[in-house]
């Protein structure tokens, strides 16, 4: 049955529904219908309604809900000169060694870093280490910088738009590899990270802070845009870096011998702010 499931995600327009609901989203509604569209949502999938900020009137549309913020406090950053925080919260599903040049998207199968990175950049994690965080439709949607530096640039890479849940990633090899995608490349003291944003069936859109580039558009083509060094956006620990308009996937990478991971098991929940690891 799964393998079904998979077959028809793989023939049918994932890209053009997703676009669709993702102009939706962005539509004004009325707030009485809009409120108790939230508020089943809400019960739904589990949504912290005590933390998030409610503007003055009211959401406007699903995407100011989706795109939330939260009160101050909620989050916690790790202020430690070598620590590496979540940028989201999240479950965080894989994690480890980069072997080669081989990336684990689930026990047994991998992608490529060419594949994930389709140009000379990704020789900068051959025998890194990455993390895998996955985001649930009730999750904040925000994306917040796992490090301090300097944005050096970013790939927009358009792709497919299937679904990422648990069946999927165990089903489907490559799969973040063939997702959209929308890479940072941060440079800090300690070497570079890139912040690989992946998105997902019914996620309208990925933003960025510092950029005004998003995926999922009509007309899409793959761009990478390196900053001239002395006009690199800064970000900071924990900053705002970006937003998913509904949950998906951020696979986080390293360079060789950079960090040290913490101890976690597949499975554990983080939170914006929390460390996941340190620099060596």
């Given at each position: ?66 795109t939330r913020r939260l009160k101050p406090g ?14 989201v919260d999240a479950r965080i599903d894989q ?10 998207q689930a026990k047994g199968m991998g992608y ?169």
């Amino acid at each position: 049955m799964k393998a079904f499931t998979i077959f028809l995600f793989r023939i049918i327009p994932t890209s053009l529904l997703s676009r669709c609901l993702g102009y939706a989203a962005r539509l004004a509604v009325p707030s009485f219908i809009l409120g108790p569209i939230i508020a089943w949502y809400s019960a739904k999938f589990g949504v912290r309604t005590d933390e998030m900020v409610r503007p003055d009137g009211g959401f406007v549309c699903l995407d100011d809900f989706f795109t939330r913020r939260l009160k101050p406090g909620v989050h916690v950053v790790d202020r430690g000169k070598k620590s590496i925080v979540s940028p989201v919260d999240a479950r965080i599903d894989q994690f480890g060694s980069i072997e080669g040049a081989t990336v684990f998207q689930a026990k047994g199968m991998g992608y490529r870093l060419d594949e994930l990175i389709p140009s000379d950049y990704h020789k900068n994690f051959i025998d890194g280490s990455f993390i895998t965080l996955y985001l649930s439709p009730g999750d904040y949607h925000r994306i917040h910088s796992p490090i301090g530096g300097e944005v050096a640039g970013y790939f927009a890479l358009p792709g497919r738009l299937l679904t990422v849940q648990e069946y999927m990633v165990k089903g489907l090899p490559g799969l973040f590899a063939k997702n959209e995608r929308l890479i940072s490349y941060i440079e800090t003291g300690n070497g570079m990270v890139a912040v690989v944003k992946v998105g997902a069936m019914n996620v309208g859109r990925i933003t960025v802070s510092y950029d005004g580039v998003e995926t999922n558009r009509a007309f899409r083509r793959r761009v990478e845009h390196f900053y001239p060094a002395n006009a690199r956006p800064r970000v900071e620990k924990g900053g705002d870096l970006g937003a998913f308009h509904l949950g998906s996937t951020i696979v986080l990478l390293f360079q060789k011998d950079a960090i040290k991971i913490d101890a976690f098991e597949a499975g554990d929940r983080v939170r914006v702010g929390e460390r996941i690891a340190m620099f060596r």
